[in-house]
């Protein structure tokens, strides 16, 4: 009789495995339930781009346009077709995707698990953080996921990615948290604060769910550190929070999001520069360089100092800095703990919009000029924060280099410190030196940490 009982025993046992689980513990034993919450509010985002043929300076010239002209060439623009996956927000149709998925997309269809399909439009969007709001217009209350406070996610849960990979259709994948304020690596897109997970995601995941065991959405999956094109188990998703400020300005009426500017540059004290400096431990961001409006300069803080805490959180980079101010939001105030010669300080700081002063002035050569179509700019801490230039830019920035320009070797970000020996410090000062009347043009170029030079007749 027992042998008879523990074959019984063993035939039930994947019965019971079946059952929908009612308890955490049984939670183990199957997602279903989790997947059937957070599954409806998941959707796949089909986008299309229209990309116009790049044309040469020679080609657009109306004169020389009949010589260089391909008659096999094809001049009609070229449609790009995009696959990602989104997230419904709220029950009005509110999705977050990522921006490389619908940001530049000039058509978006938005399907649903049920199969229902809408149109869509960005309402706002931002490629530095990758991520972007959407709204689908539909009579009927939608599936969608609630926001779970970042904070409180930890290393080691639970978690699922709900997305479309390769364009197969809904696929749900299970995984932990493998990691937390993450910088995401070579395979990372932009300079984020990311959640990492094991969780498999591949291209077409990106814009879907990261959900834990309460279906609620802890982060937007992004991207992932891959050699071959395929998961390989370290994929990076944007944390909810900042989701909630993303979807908070979208609410308010902005088309792109307004990032609070630290006006400051520094490094994370690693071991070896605290020992260096002096210091009794690593950890925190030690300061550089602050602008002369930075607001953490109006609060007390100066070159030297390590900033410990930001909001009442560690930060230990300045990607995690910009992640906390970002989530506080502009208008805000944040405590910031910090160390000044090993003695522990704390100082509020305002968060403010980078400021447009001096006003930047900015200009499109026009076409007598030797570089027409060329827009220039003089620099502020606004086009500090656009073009992510050191604090310490000088001279007259290229917002756009135009095919002209281009051709010299000139770049979009570029700063154009002096021109034929003249230091340059405001655009009307390049426009007047790039007229018809000089024929022979030297620029002095900062890019990143390199300085050129360029040279070219008109």
Do not use: C
Not at 447 to 456: D, H, L, T, Y
Request: net charge negative.
């Amino acid at each position: 009789m027992k042998y008879i009982a523990l074959i019984f025993a063993l035939i039930a046992t994947p019965l019971v495995a079946q059952q929908v689980p009612q308890s955490a513990a049984q939670m183990q034993l199957s997602f279903v339930p989790v997947v059937k919450q957070a599954a409806p509010a998941v959707v796949n985002i089909y986008a299309q781009v229209v990309r116009e043929v790049q044309r040469t300076p020679l080609q657009a010239d109306p004169f020389f346009e009949r010589l260089f002209r391909d008659p096999f060439a094809d001049p009609k623009p070229r449609v790009q077709n995009s696959l990602g996956s989104g997230v419904i927000l709220s029950a009005d149709g509110i999705v977050v995707s990522n921006y490389h998925v619908v940001g530049m997309a000039t058509d978006i269809r938005v399907v649903l698990n049920d199969r229902r399909e809408f149109s869509a439009r960005v309402l706002l969007g931002d490629e530095e953080s990758d991520l972007a709001i959407l709204k689908i217009d539909t009579p009927d209350a939608l599936p969608f996921l609630d926001l779970r406070a970042s904070d409180s996610v930890e290393v080691g849960e639970l978690a699922l990615a709900i997305g479309n990979p390769f364009g197969v259709g809904q696929t749900v994948s299970s995984g932990i948290v493998s990691g937390l304020a993450r910088s995401g690596g070579s395979g990372g897109r932009g300079r984020g604060y990311f959640i990492q997970t094991d969780a498999p995601i591949n291209p077409g995941n990106s814009g879907g769910a990261l959900v834990d065991m309460a279906g609620r959405l802890i982060g937007v999956n992004t991207s992932i550190l891959t050699r071959s094109g395929g998961s390989n188990g370290i994929g990076f998703a944007i944390p909810a929070d900042l989701v909630a400020a993303f979807m908070a300005q979208a609410e308010a009426g902005l088309s792109g999001f307004e990032q609070p500017w630290a006006g400051i540059s520094g490094q994370p004290l690693d071991t070896e520069m605290a020992a260096t400096l002096g210091f009794d431990r690593s950890g925190g961001i030690i300061v550089s360089g602050l602008h002369p409006v930075s607001p953490f300069l109006q609060a007390g803080l100066d070159v030297g100092d390590v900033i410990l805490t930001v909001g009442g959180q560690t930060v230990n980079t300045p990607s995690e800095m910009i992640y906390r101010m970002s989530v506080a939001g502009l208008e805000a105030k944040v405590d910031v703990v910090f160390s000044r010669a090993g003695e522990e300080q704390r100082t509020q700081v305002a968060l403010i919009a980078a400021p447009e002063d001096p006003p930047r002035d900015q200009i499109t050569l026009g076409a007598r000029s030797l570089l027409p179509e060329l827009t220039l700019a003089r620099i502020n801490p606004a086009v500090l924060a656009e073009l992510n230039l050191p604090l310490e830019a000088s001279g007259v920035a290229v917002m756009r280099a135009g095919p002209y320009a281009s051709r010299t070797g000139l770049r979009d970000g570029d700063v154009i410190v002096a021109l034929n020996g003249v230091a340059l410090s405001h655009p009307d000062e390049a426009a007047k030196l790039l007229s018809g009347a000089v024929r022979r043009i030297d620029l002095v170029v900062q890019r990143g940490a390199q300085r050129i030079s360029i040279r070219f007749r008109g």
